[in-house]
Nanobody, 122 residues
Framework: QAQLMESGGGSVQAGESLTLSCVRS????????MGWFREAPGEERVPIAT???????IIADAVKGRFSASRDNGKTTLYLRMNGLRPEDTAMYYC????????????????WGQGTQVTVSS
């Protein structure tokens, strides 16, 4: 059974860092592109980073230079390193997976995790 599970969220002060993790289970997802999304209160869920099985990473302009995405060597865990956090980064962060990264960026996510909350105070 294919599943995604996020962890690592929490409450931090502006300027601090956090690393989120997303562990995938089920061999079905082994060839999928994985990505990170966030959903702020009252806003839609948007993609912020994707990482494919070849190691190619795409970061959204809104967080470029502060956030980075990577996978472990076994490719079962996707990380999101968030540096220089700002209050506007406060959101629920979700991990998603689709057959291609293009699908993730264009609103077609096949699998979702349950999300992890990140709260940044000033």
């Amino acid at each position: 059974q294919a599943q995604l599970m996020e962890s690592g969220g929490g409450s931090v002060q502006a300027g601090e860092s956090l690393t989120l993790s997303c562990v995938r289970s089920g061999s079905r997802l082994s060839s999928y592109c994985m990505g990170w999304f966030r959903e702020a209160p009252g806003e839609e869920r948007v993609p912020i980073a994707t990482h494919d099985t070849d190691g190619h990473t795409i970061i959204a302009d809104a967080v470029k230079g502060r956030f980075s995405a990577s996978r472990d060597n076994g490719k079962t865990t996707l990380y999101l390193r968030m540096n220089g956090l700002r209050p506007e980064d406060t959101a629920m962060y979700y991990c998603g997976a689709s057959l291609t990264c293009e699908r993730l960026w264009t609103g077609y996510t096949d699998f979702w995790g349950q999300g992890t909350q990140v709260t940044v105070s000033s």
